[in-house]
Structure formats: structure tokens, C-alpha cells
């Protein structure tokens, strides 16, 4: 049972994702691909390799390039969404300031639903929380790092 998040905003506000991150992920957007060959044709894995692709990445690149991918909807968010924001992370316009909320909740992509271990165990997935992050709580205190302080949420979620 976690502890629920406390609506610190320290997660979103701002996304600590860097700028060569973003680009990275937002290079996978169905907009950034458009016109772009499947790969998971012959004729568009044969554009892809013309194009230095590894030989051994097929699946990769067709796991990246399906539109029903966990990777394609986190990009198409990302690039809807995401603005780099100096060296601190990125600005995400689906975050409310106000309330601490994030006003995509229901349609928010995977990057976000499963932030930090959703439906793994508590610690894992390599996430930097926040000091004060309240998912912190769900760690024993000698696995949490060093000068956390775990904010416990008035209402559990």
C-alpha cells in the first residue's frame, strides 16, 4: 500500500527531464514522423538502414515507430506537452501550479502514470525523487536516501 501522493508538484513543477532528453524522446512523436518509413515494412526497414539504423535494431525501431506504443504515446505527449525549460527540467502545460494537479490525469501517458515504481516494486526503475517526495514513504527508512523527509499526504489515493 503506498502512501499516495502528497501534491508537492516537485515530480511536474518542473519535470526533471533535460533538454536532450525531450529531444530525444520527442524525435518518436507521431508529428516528428510523419512521412518517415515503417520500419516494420521491407521497403521502410530498407529506408531506415540506408539511413546508418543498426541491422540488429529492427525491433527496436518497430517497437519505437508503432503508434500504440507505451514509447509513442510517452513521445506524443512529450511533445504536446513538454517544454524545456533552461537547465531545470521541463515545463509541462497539463500541470496545474494552483492546485498541484495535473489536469491530463485520466489521459496522461505511461511516462507519468507509471511515475515513480507503479507496478514495480517500491525504489526501483533508477527514479530521483525529491527529499521530499511522499512516495519516500513507501521505502523503508534505511533504503531512502540521505536527508529525505517524506511529506505524508492528508488523504491517501
Same mark, same amino acid.
Given at each position: 500500500? &503506498?502512501?499516495?501522493?502528497? =501534491?508537492?508538484?516537485?515530480?511536474?513543477?518542473?519535470?526533471?527531464?533535460?533538454?536532450?532528453?525531450?529531444?530525444?524522446?520527442?524525435?518518436?512523436?507521431?508529428?516528428?514522423?510523419?512521412?518517415?518509413?515503417?520500419?516494420?515494412?521491407?521497403?521502410?526497414?530498407?529506408?531506415?538502414?540506408?539511413?546508418?539504423?543498426?541491422?540488429?535494431?529492427?525491433?527496436?525501431?518497430?517497437?519505437?515507430?508503432?503508434?500504440?506504443?507505451?514509447?509513442?504515446?510517452?513521445?506524443?505527449?512529450?511533445?504536446?506537452?513538454? &517544454?524545456?525549460?533552461?537547465?531545470?527540467?521541463?515545463?509541462?502545460?497539463?500541470?496545474?501550479?494552483?492546485?498541484?494537479?495535473?489536469?491530463?490525469?485520466?489521459?496522461?501517458?505511461?511516462?507519468?502514470?507509471?511515475?515513480?515504481?507503479?507496478? =514495480?516494486?517500491?525504489?526501483?526503475?533508477?527514479?530521483?525523487?525529491?527529499?521530499?517526495?511522499?512516495?519516500?514513504?513507501?521505502?523503508?527508512?534505511?533504503? =531512502?536516501?540521505?536527508?529525505? =523527509?517524506?511529506?505524508?499526504?492528508? &488523504?491517501? &489515493?
Amino acid at each position: 500500500m &503506498t502512501a499516495g501522493c502528497a =501534491r508537492c508538484g516537485a515530480c511536474c513543477s518542473p519535470v526533471p527531464f533535460t533538454r536532450e532528453q525531450h529531444d530525444d524522446v520527442s524525435k518518436w512523436s507521431t508529428a516528428a514522423l510523419a512521412g518517415v518509413a515503417d520500419p516494420g515494412t521491407d521497403d521502410g526497414w530498407a529506408h531506415w538502414l540506408a539511413r546508418g539504423w543498426p541491422a540488429n535494431g529492427r525491433d527496436g525501431a518497430v517497437g519505437k515507430y508503432d503508434p500504440a506504443s507505451r514509447w509513442r504515446q510517452d513521445a506524443d505527449f512529450i511533445a504536446a506537452h513538454w &517544454t524545456p525549460d533552461g537547465d531545470g527540467g521541463c515545463k509541462c502545460d497539463a500541470f496545474d501550479p494552483a492546485t498541484a494537479m495535473c489536469t491530463a490525469h485520466d489521459s496522461r501517458p505511461p511516462v507519468c502514470r507509471d511515475y515513480p515504481w507503479y507496478g =514495480r516494486e517500491p525504489g526501483t526503475g533508477g527514479m530521483k525523487l525529491h527529499p521530499q517526495c511522499s512516495y519516500l514513504a513507501d521505502l523503508p527508512p534505511d533504503k =531512502r536516501p540521505e536527508g529525505s =523527509r517524506p511529506l505524508i499526504p492528508l &488523504t491517501v &489515493t
